[in-house]
């Protein structure tokens, strides 16, 4: 199977999850930017806040996750 083809069939198994997993970046970096205009930050506050997306990408699915498994 060639690259093209994998990452076509990978794309087609996982589209809902890729387009959550967009939107939340999205919204992530549009809410981060448009604070640090209005508070006009350091730089490297931005970028700390910006990494710090990933961490609370893993922390909201997990606990959506675990919200679920316990109803």
């Known amino acids: 199977?060639?690259?093209?083809?994998?990452?076509?069939?990978?794309?087609?198994?996982?589209?809902?999850?890729?387009?959550?997993?967009l939107a939340f970046a999205v919204v992530w970096v549009g809410v981060?930017?448009?604070l640090f205009d209005v508070l006009a930050g350091p730089t490297w506050a931005y970028h700390l806040t910006l990494a710090g997306g990933v961490l609370a990408y893993f922390?909201?699915?997990?606990?959506l996750e675990?919200?679920?498994?316990?109803?």
């Open 66 to 71: 675990a919200a679920k498994a316990e109803s």
């Open 32 to 34: 981060v930017t448009a």
């Open 1 to 21: 199977m060639d690259a093209v083809a994998a990452v076509r069939d990978h794309v087609r198994e996982h589209r809902s999850g890729m387009a959550v997993d």
């Open 59 to 63: 922390g909201f699915f997990g606990s």
